[in-house]
């Protein structure tokens, strides 16, 4: 792909993006707009704005590399992306509206009336939102470096630098016009190469049927191993080899590989023939992460399967990002309007990223070689089409990506940037909420420098299984169980989500099974993390019986009755 327009494209993205947080700052003037653009955004700006947000690295890149490992079982992904909204519109916009909360440490407090509760909640808003970010830093520093070569670090810091600009510069409000610009850029992004890629393929006499059959180079390719992997062969299989495989060194020799497991080490180079199968890899990278990204296609486990369903459909009520994005609409009745509209935009954009996957399979089947599944999306157009007409659609999906790392990052920066503002600093003004943006931005920042990379729909499916296992819990017994009392509410969130960030951490960083079922549970503990906190939550309230808070009554109508019945607490808007 041509480099000029590969950087044309992300300039542009950058500077559409301050000027449109421009428009913003220049209505954003009190605290109650930094925070939840003072609760006047309509239902169809917001859903824009929380499906921009929403559609993050994962969806944009990382789905379509899943796919293109594990075949159609990752449009589970998809799946419990979007029925995720169905269950929060069901059982929490509106209520969660009525709360009249700024953040969700907010609601845990004025639920429970307990600060040991809220701080608890803060702590896990902070875990969960840098657990978050980090894939979308890594992302962007994915793309620059596939599209141009730059150090994978430049990305990272370009798409922090702005975001923390636009966050500290107008808070919600201007991001709310930012990220429901972005949604449409990323449709369109992903939409109109997917047109030309898909007549492509139906031209030049491409299988019909990506999956029905193992991937197969369609020419001869050289494959350049980044990092030492294992490869899998079911036969055996001729190849040239620059490099190490199985510890001995060749220079340009041709060899056949036997049936059964090779380790081809960093750094080598293999040449495969038309019509070679592509090897099962398990390389250093993605050992540490789930089965999703590592598993040959057909051999992934079925309760990492349930897993993953629980993770997505769970643990978007919990997700920072995307419940202060409900404190912002006026009325329950405008929260879940909102919701059926994100509904539909977000499901429309679930129909490209597997298609981009399928072709993949078909047209760059060694990125499963080399270990940069997440890079098939950017790398389809010049491999299909080529030419002029590859390089601007080439363009127009790089500028799309990172709109979906600015949007995302933005959401989750709010977030962050009013719980820290609230619950770390001395005020809860204007000038601290700026202090917030950029503390929750800099520590992600530097781990996603200083971690290896992750592959990134999975690394974003950890946040969603402890987001599943400590807030899920909280806000649907915090809405509709009056018995929920302080201790059971903060048992549950140690005991669900605490397990879970404990799985999470030895998934990522060691030591952990590397395969079967002990593997599974770890990767996706959202499977038995969430029953133990839904479990932990009930039995510990019923256990404090006298721990119910003496306004519950009050606090349950409030969040259940029309705002004109209920009443609403009232916030002093700050313009300091």
Not at 54 to 67: D, H, K, P
Not at 121 to 127: I, K, L, Q
Not at 396 to 407: D, I, Q, R
Not at 490 to 496: E, F, I, N, P, S
Request: with cysteine.
């Amino acid at each position: 792909m041509n480099e000029s327009h590969a950087v044309a494209a992300v300039a542009l993205v950058v500077v559409a993006t301050a000027l449109v947080g421009a428009f913003g700052l220049r209505v954003s003037r009190t605290t109650s707009d930094f925070y939840v653009a003072s609760r006047t955004v309509g239902p169809r700006l917001n859903a824009a704005a929380i499906s921009g947000e929403y559609l993050s690295a994962a969806s944009f890149l990382g789905i379509a590399g899943l796919v293109l490992v594990q075949g159609p079982d990752m449009l589970w992904y998809p799946v419990g992306y979007t029925a995720g909204y169905l269950l929060l519109l069901i059982f929490v916009a509106a209520p969660l509206r009525r709360s009249g909360a700024y953040t969700l440490p907010d609601f845990a407090e004025a639920r429970l009336a307990s600060p040991g509760v809220r701080k608890l909640a803060s702590g896990f808003v902070v875990g969960i939102g840098w657990l978050y970010l980090m894939p979308q830093l890594q992302g962007a520093g994915l793309t620059l470096k596939v599209l141009t070569g730059a150090p994978g670090t430049l990305g990272s810091v370009i798409v922090a630098v702005v975001v923390v600009a636009n966050v500290a510069a107008g808070g919600m409000r201007s991001i709310t016009f930012v990220q429901a610009f972005q949604y449409w850029l990323k449709l369109t992004a992903l939409l109109v190469p997917a047109l030309f890629l898909v007549l492509a393929w139906r031209g030049d006499g491409a299988p019909t049927r990506a999956f029905d059959e193992p991937a197969a180079f369609r020419e001869q390719r050289t494959v350049r191993v980044q990092d030492t992997v294992e490869i899998r062969l079911a036969g055996p299989l001729a190849v040239t080899v620059h490099g190490r495989v199985d510890g001995r060194p060749y220079d340009g020799d041709r060899i056949s590989l036997t049936a059964g497991v090779h380790t081809v080490e960093a750094g080598s180079r293999l040449r495969l023939p038309a019509g070679a199968p592509v090897p099962a890899a398990r390389g250093a990278g993605d050992t540490a992460l789930s089965d999703s990204a590592s598993a040959p296609q057909g051999e992934r486990p079925l309760h990492a399967t349930y897993g993953l369903i629980i993770a997505t459909f769970l643990g978007t009520m919990g997700l920072p990002h995307v419940v202060v994005r409900f404190y912002t609409s006026p009325n329950g009745v405008a929260a879940r309007r909102t919701t059926v509209v994100v509904l539909g935009l977000i499901g429309a954009f679930y129909l490209l990223p597997p298609v981009y996957g399928a072709l993949a399979r078909m047209y760059a089947p060694e990125l499963v070689l080399t270990g940069n599944t997440d890079a098939a999306v950017l790398l389809l157009p010049d491999r299909m089409i080529g030419g002029v007409g590859g390089d601007l659609l080439g363009a127009l999906v790089a500028g799309g990506a990172f709109a979906a790392f600015l949007s995302t990052a933005s959401g989750l920066t709010v977030a962050l940037a009013g719980v820290i503002a609230q619950d770390a600093l001395p005020s809860r003004g204007i000038r601290h909420f700026r202090v917030g943006a950029v503390t929750a931005m800099a520590v992600p920042l530097a781990a996603s420098v200083l971690a290896g990379r992750l592959p990134i729909a999975d690394a974003v499916g950890l946040a969603f299984a402890v987001s599943a296992s400590s807030f899920c819990p909280l806000l649907v017994l915090g809405i509709w169980w009056r018995r929920l009392t302080p201790p059971g509410a903060a048992a549950g969130m140690l005991v669900g989500g605490g397990s879970a960030l404990a799985a999470v951490s030895v998934t990522l960083v060691g030591p952990h099974p590397a395969t079967g079922v002990p593997h599974s549970l770890l990767a996706w503990p959202a499977l038995w993390s969430v029953p133990l906190a839904f479990l932990t939550m009930i039995l510990v309230s019923l256990a404090t019986p006298g721990r119910v808070p003496p306004d519950t009554d009050a606090v349950l109508a409030r969040f259940h009755l029309p705002e004109e019945i209920g009443g609403g607490p009232g916030r002093k808007e700050n313009t300091a």
